[in-house]
């Protein structure tokens, strides 16, 4: 057996990278950081997290009239 010691990518240098928490959180805070949901990907909607479906989702707004105003969840 050879021992590989070559990457096949290259790791990601960041001032992320260099924080003390998950691979995952550290994938949401570069979504985040990009303007992009921190679930699918998309574009975010209106200064929040998420796009529109997982906003829709969460409960967090809906579109309306009036602007958007807070969806009550239960």
């Known amino acids: 057996m050879q021992n590989r010691t070559t990457r ?3 790791k990601i240098e960041d001032d992320i ?3 003390p928490v998950s691979r995952q959180r ?5 979504k985040r950081a990009c ?3 921190i679930i699918c990907g ?3 909607y209106s200064d929040t997290s998420f ?3 997982h906003n829709l989702k ?3 707004v809906r579109p309306g009239r009036n602007g958007h105003r807070r969806v009550s969840v239960g």
């Open 8 to 10: 096949s990518t290259r």
């Open 17 to 19: 990278a260099k924080l």
């Open 26 to 30: 550290k994938y949401q805070l570069r």
């Open 35 to 37: 303007s992009l949901c």
């Open 42 to 44: 998309q574009e975010s």
């Open 51 to 53: 796009c529109l479906n």
């Open 58 to 60: 969460r409960g967090i």
